[in-house]
Nanobody, 121 residues
Framework: QVQLVESGGGLMQAGGFLRLSCAASGRIFAINAMGWYRQTPGKQRELVAVISSGGSTNYADDVEGRFTISRDNSKNTVYLQMTSLKPEDTAAYYC???????????????WGQGTQVTVSS
């Protein structure tokens, strides 16, 4: 099992910035891909950003250039730096962690409890 603890959400004015953190503990294998997703009431959870075990990143179109995902392997932590925040960024943000021992073994997936980000106009 892997436990994920998220922090950093809150209320921010449009144009401001926030940094989310997600710290993992427990049974973490060598290969880890992490991501951030977000969800608003009545809508499906959507991808915000992901970072692979090798450090490759991918972003949703509407956050590209404003958000940056990064990881600190020594701390088993993934971050989401959010800048130029917009009211439409308001959502519950969830950390996602996929871990596996090798490409030949099963992948385990875990979710954080979510942290609320509210951007006022």
């Amino acid at each position: 099992q892997v436990q994920l603890v998220e922090s950093g959400g809150g209320l921010m004015q449009a144009g401001g910035f926030l940094r989310l953190s997600c710290a993992a503990s427990g049974r973490i294998f060598a290969i880890n891909a992490m991501g951030w997703y977000r969800q608003t009431p009545g809508k499906q959870r959507e991808l915000v950003a992901v970072i692979s075990s090798g450090g490759s990143t991918n972003y949703a179109d509407d956050v590209e250039g404003r958000f940056t995902i990064s990881r600190d392997n020594s701390k088993n932590t993934v971050y989401l730096q959010m800048t130029s925040l917009k009211p439409e960024d308001t959502a519950a943000y969830y950390c996602n962690w996929k871990t596996r021992a090798s490409i030949f073994t099963r992948e385990y997936e875990y979710w954080g409890q979510g942290t609320q980000v509210t951007v006022s106009s």
